[in-house]
């Protein structure tokens, strides 16, 4: 049983386009993160959420609490995008389940 | 400030050995949380660990342990180390005046030959 889906596994994009990456999950949770892993392993955290939308700069994350689903979305894709996002969401305390990833390749 | 720095960064292991990963938080942070990420299993969470105490405990078997001092720096420790164990071994730190908000160090490669 997998606490949290992650939609699409593999993506592919034009330089430029609207990206979508879907997280669903079955936990009641205390919070979700959006992170970022380039090659190499270095992971970042792009959001954190436990509520409605937040936006930095291209990227903007929006969560629905009642439909248990979240999604990233980034506007105006580059190449330096390419990445994998992983969504993860933190239950009791600061203990984590986590997607399988999405990885993404925006093409120039 | 600092980011979160983990030593070693790369680590190769004979089975049946023993390993002790190190990880510092950034300054001020008192929660560590260790992660094992593999190609199978993805990102998979280890243990939490705040105020020098284990908080929190992912499925793992007892093989794998860990620890905070005071400063709140933090080892982890695989004993009897089998092929599976080959993973990257991330440590995050966070603080509660910004949500646990995880902050990542690079990794630890660790290979079991």
């Known amino acids: 049983k997998n606490e949290v889906e992650q939609s699409p596994q593999n993506l592919t994009a034009q330089e430029g386009e609207f990206i979508t990456i879907n997280c669903s999950y079955s936990v009641g949770i205390s919070a979700l993160h959006w992170l970022q892993q380039h090659p190499g392993g270095g992971i970042v955290s792009l959001f954190m959420?436990?509520?409605g939308k937040k936006k930095h700069g291209r990227l903007i994350a929006t969560i629905n609490i009642q439909e248990k689903h979240s999604s990233l979305h980034i506007t105006a894709s580059h190449p330096r995008d390419s990445a994998v996002y992983i969504c993860?969401?933190?239950?009791?305390?600061?203990?984590?389940?986590f997607g399988t990833g999405t990885s993404l390749t925006v093409i120039p | 400030k600092a980011g979160v720095t983990q030593t070693p960064r790369y680590l190769i292991k004979t089975r049946g050995q023993q390993v002790t990963l190190s990880c510092s938080p950034i300054s001020g942070h008192r929660s560590v949380s260790w992660y094992q990420q593999t190609p199978g299993q993805g990102l998979q969470f280890l243990f939490e660990y705040f105020s020098e105490t284990q908080r929190n405990k992912g499925n793992f078997p007892g093989r794998f342990s860990g620890r905070q001092f005071s400063n709140s720096r933090s080892e982890m420790n695989v004993s009897t180390l089998e092929l599976g164990d080959s993973a990257l071994y991330l440590c995050a730190s966070s603080s509660k005046d910004r949500g646990y908000e995880q902050y990542f160090g690079p990794g630890t490669r660790l290979t079991v030959t």
């Open positions: 993860a969401v933190g239950v009791t305390g600061n203990q984590f389940y």
């Open positions: 959420l436990s509520s």
